[in-house]
């Protein structure tokens, strides 16, 4: 079985196609890396390791018939503006691109909160494209992933230099370490591990509030930090004021709101069980990035 990968030089991207090479998941002469830039560092480093890499964009169809030739299931993986108005068509694209070549399994990256509509634009787009493959009838599974520790770090950085962490109203959200996240992805798409049902969640076990990370901060650095909430108009208007595009402002806002709404909230013991060890926790995050910084 040949495995196809869009995006395997990203940050997601890359640690899927390592776990696969580290653990000789599948024959590398089997692994098919799909990606915009052939030239690039990641892209010529997994040649050399053996890979088939193949020059294929989403947002040139001519590229993709011969990029998904001969794959016989193939994760779609968003490109970086995913955010932006072409995400869901370009994603549909490459898919229908893959279908004509003959991909026969599908994987989708998306998101836990995937869903119909939402502040979280993102989360509109990854529902879109899944409904998309529901109707076409498509064999595929659903990634939907959690949001990386790192993101945390978008209301970090301004709290250890102001000693406040200032967001909207929030709720719990089940942060997963990337690497983690894409070494679960790798034993899923390579069959190595069977999942139940065309959705999986690939989240963290356990759950924290953005007090919960103010706290942590606090007894890292030993300096207090503390949490303020504010309206969600009021920090969009705020962060547009301080030089952040209006687009990334909102998207910070949404986290938020959308956390408060619980869609960030649920919990899964599966990539514990996939990995066979404990997802890195928030604190082990914080202690590990900001323990020299205070």
């Given at each position: 079985?040949t495995v196809?990968?869009t995006?395997?030089?990203g940050?997601?991207?890359?640690a899927?196609?390592?776990?696969?090479?580290?653990?000789?998941?599948?024959?590398t002469?089997d692994l098919?890396l799909?990606?915009?830039?052939?030239?690039?560092a990641?892209?010529?480093?997994?040649?050399?390791?053996?890979a088939?890499?193949?020059?294929?964009?989403?947002g040139?169809v001519?590229t993709?018939?011969s990029?998904?030739?001969?794959v016989?299931?193939l994760?779609?993986?968003?490109p970086?503006?995913?955010a932006?108005?072409h995400?869901?068509?370009?994603?549909?694209d490459a898919?229908?691109?893959a279908?004509?070549?003959g991909v026969?399994?599908?994987y989708?990256?998306s998101?836990?909160?995937a869903k119909?509509?939402?502040?979280?634009s993102?989360a509109?787009i990854?529902y879109?494209?899944?409904?998309h493959?529901e109707?076409?009838g498509y064999?595929?599974?659903?990634l939907?992933n959690g949001f990386y520790l790192?993101?945390?770090?978008?209301?970090l950085g301004n709290a250890?230099k102001?000693?406040?962490?200032?967001?909207?109203?929030?709720?719990?959200i089940?942060?997963i370490?990337?690497?983690e996240?894409g070494?679960?992805?790798?034993?899923?798409?390579t069959?190595?591990y069977?999942t139940n049902g065309?959705?999986?969640?690939?989240?963290?076990s356990k759950?924290?509030?953005?007090?919960d990370a103010?706290?942590?901060?606090?007894?890292?650095?030993g300096?207090?930090?503390?949490?303020?909430?504010?309206?969600?108009?009021a920090?969009?208007d705020?962060?547009?004021?301080a030089?952040v595009?209006e687009m990334?402002?909102?998207?910070?806002?949404a986290?938020?709101?959308c956390?408060?709404?619980g869609?960030?909230?649920k919990?899964?013991?599966?990539?514990?069980?996939i990995?066979g060890?404990?997802?890195?926790?928030?604190?082990e995050?914080?202690?590990?990035?900001y323990?020299?910084?205070?």
């Amino acid at each position: 079985m040949t495995v196809g990968i869009t995006g395997p030089t990203g940050g997601l991207g890359s640690a899927i196609v390592d776990e696969i090479l580290n653990r000789s998941l599948v024959p590398t002469s089997d692994l098919i890396l799909i990606t915009r830039d052939e030239s690039s560092a990641k892209a010529k480093e997994y040649a050399a390791k053996g890979a088939q890499v193949r020059k294929g964009d989403f947002g040139d169809v001519s590229t993709l018939g011969s990029a998904f030739k001969g794959v016989d299931s193939l994760l779609i993986m968003a490109p970086g503006h995913h955010a932006g108005p072409h995400g869901v068509k370009y994603q549909i694209d490459a898919i229908e691109a893959a279908h004509e070549a003959g991909v026969s399994k599908f994987y989708l990256v998306s998101n836990v909160a995937a869903k119909a509509k939402s502040d979280f634009s993102p989360a509109e787009i990854h529902y879109e494209v899944e409904q998309h493959l529901e109707k076409k009838g498509y064999d595929f599974v659903s990634l939907r992933n959690g949001f990386y520790l790192s993101v945390v770090d978008t209301f970090l950085g301004n709290a250890l230099k102001s000693g406040t962490l200032t967001a909207p109203p929030d709720g719990q959200i089940a942060w997963i370490d990337r690497d983690e996240l894409g070494q679960a992805a790798a034993h899923i798409i390579t069959g190595k591990y069977k999942t139940n049902g065309k959705y999986v969640d690939l989240v963290g076990s356990k759950s924290w509030t953005l007090k919960d990370a103010a706290d942590i901060l606090s007894k890292v650095t030993g300096k207090e930090i503390k949490r303020q909430e504010v309206e969600p108009q009021a920090f969009t208007d705020g962060a547009i004021a301080a030089g952040v595009p209006e687009m990334w402002a909102r998207l910070t806002t949404a986290i938020a709101t959308c956390a408060h709404d619980g869609d960030w909230s649920k919990t899964s013991g599966l990539v514990e069980e996939i990995l066979g060890h404990k997802n890195k926790s928030l604190e082990e995050y914080i202690e590990a990035q900001y323990a020299n910084k205070a």
